[in-house]
C-alpha cells in the first residue's frame, strides 16, 4: 500500500486512532511519518523502544491530568525498593513486584489502555490453571451472590454461598 501522505513510496507504519468509538487508521512510509515528528515523538523514528513508548504514554497522561485539574501522583513512592511514581513515568520501568501494588491505582487505567484488560488473561501454566480456574469461579460466584442478595433471592444465595464455601474448601487442601 502507498503512503496517504506522499502518495510515492510503500507505507510501512500504520498510525490507529480512535475518536468516540471510531477508528480511522493513517498509513505512512518512514519518510512521511518522521515529518509529524511532535505529534509521533514517543515513537522515535527510525528506531522503535518500548520504554519510550510507555514514558511518552505516562507523559501525556500527565499532562493530560494537569489540564483536567487533577492533583499529580508524582509523589507516590514504594514502600519496598522506594522507587517514586516520577521515576517510573522518566524511565518506563517498575524497581520491584511491589510497585504493582504501591502504583495500582495509577497502573491499572495505564494497563487498560495498553491491553485492552488490567488482568492477565492469556496462558496459563498447567499447574497453576485448575487453581487460577476455581479462583475465578469463586470470584464470579461473589458477584452472582451480591446480586441475589440485592434481588432479594434467598434461595440461590444460599446455594452460590454453600458451593463458594465448597471451591475455597477445595482451594486450601
Known sequence: MLCQFCKKREATIIITQVVGGE????HLC??????????LSIFSFPQFNFDN????????????????????????????????????????KLGCSMCYHDFREQLTPLLRRLHGNSEHVGKIPRQAKSKLEKIKKIKRLRKELQEAVIKEDYEKAAKLRDEILKLEGVLKK
Do not use: M, P, V
Request: proline share 0%; glycine share 12%; charged share 30%.
Open 53 to 92: 513508548l510507555l514514558s511518552g504514554l505516562l507523559k501525556a497522561i500527565d499532562i493530560y491530568g494537569k489540564e483536567e485539574g487533577i492533583t499529580s501522583t508524582r509523589e507516590i513512592k514504594c514502600n519496598n525498593c522506594g522507587l517514586t511514581y516520577n521515576d517510573f513515568t522518566q524511565s518506563g
Open 23 to 26: 477508528k480511522t487508521e493513517f
Open 30 to 39: 518512514k519518510d512521511c511519518a518522521a515529518l509529524f515528528g511532535d505529534k
